[in-house]
Each structure stands twice: as structure tokens, then as C-alpha cells.
């Protein structure tokens, strides 16, 4: 690779200067916007939009770009007129669309590569959701950092991630791809992903750029049909939807990515309330907006656009600065000015935000950083493994475990791994999977396997989840006739002391485009188990999947239940660990399972009713067929000790404005081995200028405990904590009462009250 070059034409040597890749400049902020300013002084309307252009690397950059499109897309690459691509992957392409780029452009200003790293990029860590359910930050930030690591080592400099969307609804699909539920967790998560992803520095070439996605609302679509329109109004967008957004803004993301959905009529993309007003207006934030996937020309499909070229005027003047894979800039965007209909200095202000994070990230001083063979040769695999093992088995939740059925007894001598999902090593990597080798996963058989119990383990399939192809493009088509396997379970599992029952969602079950109507166990799965059950009572229900499921029957009949998510690489390893009793689970439900789909949307920080303690209202609206409330609760989660929370104390029971007080707790393990317990912090505003939800988590603790050992935990409650958006549109703690709770889930909690005073 050639080491020396110069990187800006003859006429900006004097501003700039000619950078090397061993200059070792990093640039003040004074410095890069004097050097923005520079390059965009110099740039023709036409190399201005293209910077604003994004495309799908759709062709082998490492060959010719035969087809009519693609040399389109090649030539105007030559001319500096795209100024970012996505799915080019490997340092050989990348270098080779940068050198298309820097060696044959006037301005010759790098290109940005992109990519949907979600949870890992070729080792692959749990699904975001069930990350999320460790409530361990620093593993959080690890994986992201471990993500970014191994993204950059071939050539991907930009991430489409964290999605940072509230997720109410188990049948969006996306669930997965988040989150969860609450506002609060989800801003933790996301400022700890992006300092995992960006580290310290941009310009460390370790690092990548990280976007917040996606903006706004995308979670909350109606009925969970991705896509869809979301009906939210100004009192849940601030304080519910915006707020990990806010985070993620004033943790310096370098970009933002804005949603598909129309909120009050409003696509999100074309929403200059969201983009101009609140995000670079009230918040100042200094990175620029891509677009999703081709969202500005969906505008057209909404009713709110004519065409690419109204589509592209809508678009600019919201405040989206960069089209990816959308035609819409390309083809609009200079007519509009031309025309008078756009000023230009609108396109600068986009091209200003998109050069600004191109010198952030040390473009300038290498277009080539990203491109480092010997890094690329470097990389850790092996120690990478054991960490997505380690996040991995924080990650399961023990939802049930009757009679202490785990862990696994040394009088077990025999063991039946049964169910479509128990040597299956493709679906724990979950959807969004970067580039983890298909099959690569450790499957439960296998982690079983390589637990070295003192037990014969048998296998049966039971039953098949699905047949045919299966991909991100095509769900699997599931199975619901082919019952021949479940003979051959039901003996296997008649002969067992235990049996470990698999079952859940495929990989390609959730995600991006696969709402569901129906949450439960698909196909054959509930009936396998009813089958086994009549044979074998002690069965270990271990569940694989992307999003809430609905399992009433099996929480009412199985004595042991654990949630274990698509946990990646290491996920046969990672359950075995929890299974076996190496690791007492510590993970804490992010998202409510509900009783029936009926239920949904389902979240614990509802507002209350007018009747909450009517007879016929029992505590909040409710239906007649089935128990009110969920399953399982946000912030559930057992252990294989148990964990006792003594009185709650307040150091006052006065706040007043400007200082704070501290709620102690001592929590103790009064059981007998060491463990874990997320200690969970809740508030509820008594009376406010808008009806405040019933409970709102605003803190929590992980702390590890031996056995017979108390901790008093402490938390520090202050005017920030009580602030919410209200009645006069601001954000502001109101005087008044309120209850503290804490506890160990969203439900079992110690309540105390205090009084602010301003």
C-alpha cells in the first residue's frame, strides 16, 4: 500500500497543506472547522451534492462494473461525486473504491464505508435485546469496541448502530435490534455503545463511526407492523421516544439516521420539527443525518412527495443531509437550486456536517487508515471468543425454576437434549449478523457436550421449526406437518433423568421486515413439548429467540424456564455455563412478556386510568379473559440465590431545588452461593401539569453479593431525576410528591415517598 501521497489538490496546499499518513496531526475543533470551511469554499454545486449521495457497494469494486448502473455509480465515484458507500466489505474493495475516488476526483475527498454492524462483525455477540438484559454497561461497550475493532480490519469505517428505538410491541419485529421498553436503560445502552464503537477519538483507527437510529418514533409503529405509521403524541415523544436520542446527541455520535415511519402524518425523513428544530437546533448537535435505506424516495409511497426531485427538496429543508440508496438527491438536488426552489446554503450547511466528520475521523490525514493488512492479521479471534462468551451467559434470564431443577444435579446421569433448536448452530447468531459465518454458532448440544458432565447426553430433533430456504430476504417457511421426529423425542425423553427442551425462533424469525401476528412457539414446537412433558416432567425449557414470546402454558406447566435469547458465537457454551451452575444467571428482562399477543403493546410504565381501584377497573384497564399485567415483568430475572431487600431510608424527606438526597437500601444474599442482582431504582410523579406514567426506572445497580453478605445501596435523587417535558413544553422538575421505589423487577418493589421543594 503506498504510505506517501498527497491528499488535496495544488490549490489547497496553502490552506491545508499537504497531509500525510504520518503527520499526526489531530486536529482542535477550531482547526477542523477552519479546514471544512476551506475544502467547501472550493467545491462546485455538483461536488457539494454528491457528498450528500450514498451507495450499496452493489457490484465487485475488485473487478469491472459491467452492468449499465454500476458504471454509472463507478464514474461518477471518479468524479468525487458520492460521498460515502455501504456494504463494501474487505480491504481490497474498499481501497480500490478509494482509490477510484482520491486518484481520479478534483477535490479528492475520501469516501466513508458503512455497514450494519449490529451485534458484532464476524464474532458475534447477543442479539442488542438480549445484550440489553445483562444491564452491564462496560459489556455494552466491549463488544461495541470488539465490533469496531474487527469492522475496521477490513476496511469498514461507519456503523448503522445503535438503534436506540423504545420498543413496546413483541410483534415488531425489530424488537430484536433494540433495546427494549424503557426510556432510561435504552439512553445507558446507547451512550455506552457509542463510546465502545468511537472510543476516545475518532481519528483512532481502531475506532469507527457510530449512528443513532433511528429518528423518530420507528419503534412505536402501529399494531407492530414494521414500517407502519406511528400516532404519538408531543407529551411521549419527548418524554419517552427522545430522550435516548438526547444521550446519544450529547455523547457525540457522529451521525444520526432518520426513520421510515410518518409521525401525525409526517415522514420522519421529511420532519423538519425533528431534524432542524430539535436535533441541530435545541440539542446543537454537530454530526450530520443519513437517511435509511432509499426513506427519501418512499416519501413519494406516503402521499407527501411528487417525485425524487420534491422528494429531494422536502428532504434537504428537513435537515436530512446525506440520501442513502435513494436517487433522490442526485437526481434533484441541483435543479432545486438552480431553480431557485433551494438555497444553497443549504446544501453547505449538509456538506459542512459531512466534511466535519470526515476530518473527525482522520480522513484527511489517510483516506487509506482504514485499509491496514497488518491490523486485519492482528486481530484477537480467539480472545474476542471468550469475551462474547462472557457477555453471553450475562445475558439469560432465569424466568422459572421450580423445585431448584437447576443447576443440573450430579445425581442426573442422563440427559435428553430434545427440540429443532438444540444442535442448530446458525440460529443463535441472529439476524443483522455482519459477517458471522453461517453454522458457526455452538449450538446447546454442543455446549452440553463440552461441559464434561458426569451424564450420557441423547439427542433428538423432535420436531423441524422450518423448511426451505431461509435468509434475510426469505423468512422460514415453518413447519406444521411433519410430525415423524416426535416418536423417536418422546422415547429419548421417557429414558432421561432431565431434559432439556430447545425451542423458539429462528434466526430470520425477527428482524427487520418479519412482524409477526402471533408471538408463541411457531409450527410444532408447543405440541412437541405437551408431547414430553406427558413422559417427563423435569424439563428445562431453554428458549432461543429475538423478541418476547408467549409462553403462558409453558410457564404454567414447566418447572424451569430460561430466556436465552440468539447470545451468538458462543451461545451453546454460554447456556451450558448457566445450565451446569458455572455461572449463577444474572440477566434482568428489558421487555414485559406478555400472557397473550391481545396484551400488546405491553410495557410496565403505562399511565394510570381514571378507575384504577373500581371493582370492574381492577388497577389499570383491563381485559375480562385473561390475568391483568404481564407474564414475566420488565426487570425480571431469578437467580440460584436469593437476594433480600431490607428497609428502604430516605436522608431527607425534603428535595429541595439545586441539592439531593440519598435512598439507602441494604440488600442481602440469603442464599448460598455468590451472585448477582441488578438493583432497580424507580420514581412516580404523585400530581404533575401532565399525567406522569405509574413508575419510571431511573437508576439501577449491578451488585455482586457472597453468600450471607449485605451491601447497602445507595442512590442520589436530585432535580435532574424528576424532570420531565411538561405542560409549558419544558423540560423541568415540577414541586410536588413522589414515590421512590426499588427492587428487584418492575413489581416487587419497596416504596417510600419524599417532597420536592423549589
Given at each position: 500500500?503506498?504510505?506517501n501521497?498527497?491528499i488535496?489538490?495544488?490549490?489547497?496546499?496553502?490552506?491545508m497543506?499537504?497531509?500525510?499518513?504520518?503527520?499526526?496531526?489531530?486536529?482542535?475543533?477550531?482547526?477542523?472547522?477552519?479546514?471544512?470551511?476551506?475544502?467547501?469554499?472550493?467545491?462546485?454545486?455538483?461536488?457539494?451534492?454528491?457528498?450528500?449521495?450514498q451507495?450499496?457497494g452493489?457490484?465487485?469494486?475488485?473487478?469491472?462494473?459491467?452492468?449499465?448502473?454500476?458504471?454509472?455509480?463507478e464514474?461518477?465515484?471518479?468524479?468525487?461525486?458520492?460521498?460515502?458507500?455501504?456494504?463494501?466489505?474487505?480491504?481490497?474493495?474498499?481501497?480500490?473504491?478509494?482509490?477510484l475516488?482520491?486518484?481520479?476526483?478534483?477535490?479528492?475527498?475520501?469516501?466513508?464505508?458503512g455497514?450494519?454492524?449490529?451485534?458484532?462483525?464476524?464474532?458475534?455477540?447477543?442479539?442488542?435485546?438480549?445484550?440489553?438484559?445483562?444491564?452491564?454497561?462496560e459489556?455494552?461497550?466491549?463488544?461495541?469496541?470488539?465490533a469496531?475493532?474487527?469492522?475496521?480490519?477490513?476496511?469498514?469505517?461507519?456503523?448503522?448502530?445503535?438503534?436506540?428505538?423504545?420498543?413496546?410491541?413483541?410483534?415488531?419485529?425489530?424488537?430484536?435490534?433494540?433495546?427494549?421498553?424503557?426510556?432510561?436503560?435504552?439512553?445507558?445502552?446507547?451512550?455506552a455503545?457509542?463510546?465502545?464503537?468511537?472510543?476516545?477519538?475518532?481519528?483512532?483507527?481502531k475506532?469507527?463511526?457510530?449512528?443513532?437510529?433511528?429518528?423518530?418514533?420507528?419503534?412505536?409503529?402501529?399494531?407492530?407492523?414494521?414500517?407502519?405509521?406511528?400516532?404519538?403524541?408531543?407529551?411521549?415523544?419527548?418524554?419517552?421516544?427522545?430522550?435516548?436520542?438526547?444521550?446519544?446527541?450529547?455523547?457525540?455520535?457522529?451521525?444520526?439516521?432518520?426513520?421510515?415511519?410518518?409521525?401525525?402524518?409526517?415522514?420522519?425523513?421529511?420532519s423538519?420539527?425533528?431534524?432542524?428544530?430539535?436535533?441541530?437546533?435545541?440539542?446543537?448537535?454537530?454530526?450530520?443525518?443519513?437517511?435509511?435505506?432509499?426513506?427519501?424516495?418512499?416519501?413519494?409511497?406516503?402521499?407527501?412527495?411528487?417525485?425524487?426531485?420534491?422528494?429531494?427538496?422536502?428532504?434537504a429543508?428537513?435537515?436530512?443531509?446525506?440520501?442513502?440508496?435513494?436517487?433522490?438527491?442526485?437526481?434533484?438536488?441541483?435543479q432545486?437550486?438552480?431553480e431557485?426552489k433551494?438555497?444553497?446554503?443549504?446544501?453547505?450547511?449538509?456538506v459542512?456536517?459531512?466534511?466535519?466528520?470526515?476530518?473527525?475521523?482522520?480522513?484527511?490525514?489517510?483516506?487509506?487508515?482504514?485499509?491496514?493488512?497488518?491490523?486485519?492479521?492482528?486481530?484477537?479471534?480467539?480472545?474476542?471468543?471468550?469475551?462474547?462468551?462472557d457477555?453471553?451467559?450475562?445475558?439469560?434470564?432465569l424466568?422459572?425454576?421450580?423445585?431448584?431443577?437447576?443447576?443440573?444435579?450430579?445425581?442426573?446421569?442422563?440427559?435428553?437434549?430434545?427440540g429443532?433448536?438444540?444442535?442448530?448452530?446458525?440460529?443463535?447468531?441472529?439476524?443483522?449478523?455482519?459477517?458471522?459465518?453461517?453454522?458457526?454458532?455452538?449450538?446447546?448440544?454442543?455446549?452440553?457436550?463440552?461441559?464434561?458432565?458426569?451424564a450420557?447426553?441423547?439427542?433428538?430433533?423432535?420436531?423441524?421449526?422450518?423448511?426451505?430456504?431461509?435468509?434475510?430476504?426469505?423468512?422460514?417457511?415453518?413447519?406444521?406437518?411433519?410430525?415423524?421426529?416426535?416418536?423417536?423425542?418422546?422415547?429419548?425423553?421417557?429414558?432421561?433423568?432431565?431434559?432439556?427442551?430447545?425451542?423458539?425462533?429462528?434466526?430470520?424469525?425477527?428482524g427487520e421486515?418479519?412482524?409477526?401476528?402471533?408471538?408463541?412457539?411457531a409450527?410444532?414446537?408447543?405440541?412437541l413439548?405437551?408431547?414430553?412433558?406427558?413422559?417427563?416432567?423435569?424439563?428445562?425449557?431453554?428458549?432461543?429467540?429475538?423478541r418476547?414470546?408467549?409462553?403462558?402454558?409453558?410457564?404454567?406447566?414447566?418447572?424451569?424456564?430460561?430466556?436465552?435469547?440468539?447470545?451468538?458465537?458462543?451461545?451453546?457454551?454460554?447456556?451450558?455455563?448457566?445450565?451446569?451452575?458455572?455461572?449463577?444467571?444474572?440477566?434482568?428482562?428489558?421487555?414485559?412478556?406478555?400472557?397473550?399477543?391481545?396484551?400488546?403493546?405491553?410495557y410496565?410504565?403505562?399511565?394510570?386510568?381514571?378507575?384504577?381501584?373500581?371493582?370492574?377497573?381492577?388497577?389499570?384497564?383491563?381485559?375480562?379473559?385473561?390475568?391483568?399485567?404481564p407474564?414475566?415483568?420488565?426487570?425480571?430475572?431469578?437467580?440460584?440465590?436469593?437476594?433480600?431487600?431490607g428497609?428502604v431510608?430516605?436522608?431527607?424527606?425534603?428535595?429541595?431545588?439545586?441539592?439531593?438526597i440519598?435512598?439507602s437500601?441494604p440488600?442481602?444474599?440469603?442464599?448460598?452461593?455468590?451472585?448477582?442482582?441488578?438493583?432497580?431504582?424507580?420514581?412516580?410523579?404523585?400530581?404533575?401539569s401532565?399525567?406522569?406514567?405509574?413508575?419510571?426506572?431511573?437508576?439501577?445497580?449491578?451488585?455482586?453479593?457472597?453468600?450471607g453478605?449485605?451491601?447497602?445501596?445507595?442512590?442520589?435523587?436530585?432535580?435532574?431525576?424528576?424532570e420531565?417535558?411538561?405542560?409549558?413544553?419544558?423540560?423541568?422538575?415540577?414541586?410536588?410528591?413522589?414515590e421512590?421505589?426499588?427492587?428487584?423487577?418492575?413489581?416487587?418493589?419497596?416504596?417510600?415517598?419524599?417532597?420536592?421543594?423549589?
Amino acid at each position: 500500500m503506498r504510505k506517501n501521497f498527497i491528499i488535496v489538490s495544488s490549490f489547497l496546499l496553502g490552506t491545508m497543506g499537504a497531509i500525510s499518513q504520518n503527520s499526526g496531526i489531530k486536529s482542535s475543533v477550531q482547526n477542523v472547522e477552519t479546514k471544512v470551511d476551506s475544502v467547501l469554499n472550493l467545491m462546485t454545486l455538483e461536488e457539494k451534492v454528491g457528498q450528500m449521495v450514498q451507495y450499496n457497494g452493489s457490484w465487485d469494486l475488485t473487478g469491472p462494473a459491467s452492468e449499465v448502473g454500476n458504471k454509472e455509480k463507478e464514474d461518477r465515484l471518479k468524479k468525487g461525486l458520492v460521498g460515502s458507500m455501504l456494504n463494501v466489505l474487505s480491504i481490497e474493495a474498499t481501497e480500490k473504491a478509494q482509490r477510484l475516488n482520491m486518484e481520479n476526483s478534483r477535490m479528492k475527498i475520501p469516501l466513508m464505508f458503512g455497514y450494519d454492524v449490529i451485534h458484532g462483525y464476524k464474532t458475534i455477540f447477543p442479539v442488542p435485546l438480549g445484550e440489553t438484559a445483562s444491564w452491564d454497561l462496560e459489556a455494552a461497550k466491549e463488544s461495541a469496541r470488539i465490533a469496531a475493532l474487527e469492522s475496521v480490519a477490513e476496511g469498514v469505517n461507519w456503523t448503522f448502530s445503535p438503534m436506540i428505538d423504545i420498543s413496546r410491541d413483541a410483534r415488531w419485529g425489530r424488537i430484536m435490534e433494540g433495546s427494549g421498553e424503557d426510556t432510561y436503560l435504552t439512553s445507558k445502552i446507547a451512550v455506552a455503545k457509542i463510546k465502545g464503537y468511537q472510543g476516545e477519538d475518532l481519528s483512532d483507527a481502531k475506532t469507527i463511526a457510530a449512528t443513532a437510529k433511528h429518528f423518530a418514533g420507528y419503534g412505536l409503529a402501529e399494531a407492530g407492523r414494521d414500517y407502519n405509521a406511528v400516532h404519538i403524541g408531543k407529551n411521549e415523544l419527548h418524554n419517552a421516544v427522545l430522550p435516548p436520542f438526547k444521550a446519544a446527541a450529547d455523547a457525540g455520535v457522529a451521525t444520526f439516521m432518520n426513520s421510515f415511519n410518518t409521525i401525525d402524518g409526517i415522514p420522519a425523513t421529511g420532519s423538519e420539527r425533528l431534524q432542524r428544530e430539535i436535533l441541530k437546533g435545541a440539542w446543537d448537535w454537530q454530526g450530520f443525518v443519513v437517511s435509511d435505506w432509499g426513506s427519501i424516495s418512499e416519501m413519494i409511497p406516503h402521499g407527501f412527495a411528487r417525485d425524487k426531485v420534491h422528494a429531494a427538496e422536502i428532504a434537504a429543508k428537513a435537515g436530512s443531509d446525506m440520501d442513502m440508496e435513494g436517487g433522490a438527491y442526485e437526481a434533484g438536488l441541483e435543479q432545486l437550486v438552480e431553480e431557485g426552489k433551494i438555497d444553497e446554503s443549504i446544501i453547505d450547511e449538509a456538506v459542512r456536517r459531512i466534511l466535519r466528520v470526515k476530518f473527525k475521523m482522520g480522513l484527511f490525514d489517510d483516506p487509506y487508515r482504514y485499509m491496514d493488512a497488518e491490523l486485519a492479521a492482528s486481530v484477537p479471534f480467539e480472545d474476542h471468543k471468550n469475551t462474547a462468551r462472557d457477555i453471553a451467559k450475562k445475558s439469560i434470564v432465569l424466568l422459572k425454576n421450580e423445585n431448584d431443577l437447576l443447576p443440573i444435579k450430579s445425581s442426573v446421569k442422563k440427559i435428553a437434549v430434545i427440540g429443532p433448536l438444540a444442535d442448530d448452530k446458525d440460529t443463535p447468531i441472529g439476524n443483522w449478523r455482519a459477517q458471522g459465518e453461517t453454522n458457526s454458532a455452538v449450538s446447546v448440544l454442543e455446549g452440553l457436550k463440552n461441559a464434561d458432565l458426569d451424564a450420557e447426553i441423547t439427542y433428538s430433533k423432535g420436531v423441524t421449526l422450518g423448511e426451505g430456504e431461509r435468509s434475510f430476504l426469505m423468512p422460514l417457511k415453518i413447519n406444521e406437518t411433519d410430525r415423524s421426529g416426535i416418536p423417536d423425542a418422546v422415547a429419548k425423553a421417557k429414558e432421561a433423568d432431565l431434559v432439556v427442551m430447545a425451542l423458539g425462533e429462528d434466526a430470520f424469525q425477527s428482524g427487520e421486515g418479519r412482524s409477526q401476528a402471533n408471538i408463541g412457539l411457531a409450527g410444532l414446537q408447543l405440541e412437541l413439548l405437551k408431547e414430553i412433558r406427558e413422559v417427563n416432567k423435569n424439563i428445562v425449557l431453554v428458549l432461543i429467540n429475538g423478541r418476547p414470546l408467549e409462553i403462558t402454558w409453558s410457564s404454567e406447566n414447566i418447572p424451569a424456564i430460561v430466556e436465552a435469547w440468539q447470545l451468538g458465537s458462543e451461545s451453546g457454551n454460554a447456556i451450558a455455563d448457566v445450565l451446569t451452575g458455572k455461572y449463577n444467571p444474572s440477566g434482568k428482562l428489558p421487555v414485559s412478556f406478555p400472557r397473550a399477543v391481545g396484551q400488546e403493546p405491553l410495557y410496565y410504565n403505562r399511565m394510570n386510568t381514571g378507575r384504577p381501584s373500581n371493582d370492574l377497573h381492577v388497577t389499570y384497564s383491563h381485559y375480562t379473559d385473561i390475568e391483568n399485567g404481564p407474564l414475566f415483568p420488565f426487570g425480571f430475572g431469578l437467580s440460584y440465590t436469593t437476594f433480600d431487600y431490607g428497609d428502604v431510608e430516605l436522608s431527607s424527606k425534603e428535595l429541595q431545588a439545586g441539592e439531593g438526597i440519598t435512598l439507602s437500601v441494604p440488600l442481602t444474599n440469603s442464599g448460598d452461593i455468590k451472585g448477582k442482582e441488578v438493583v432497580q431504582l424507580y420514581i412516580h410523579d404523585l400530581v404533575a401539569s401532565v399525567a406522569r406514567p405509574i413508575k419510571e426506572l431511573k437508576g439501577f445497580e449491578l451488585v455482586e453479593l457472597a453468600p450471607g453478605e449485605t451491601k447497602n445501596v445507595e442512590f442520589t435523587i436530585d432535580e435532574k431525576m424528576l424532570e420531565f417535558f411538561n405542560a409549558s413544553d419544558k423540560w423541568e422538575a415540577e414541586e410536588g410528591e413522589f414515590e421512590l421505589m426499588v427492587g428487584g423487577n418492575s413489581e416487587d418493589l419497596k416504596t417510600i415517598k419524599f417532597n420536592y421543594v423549589k
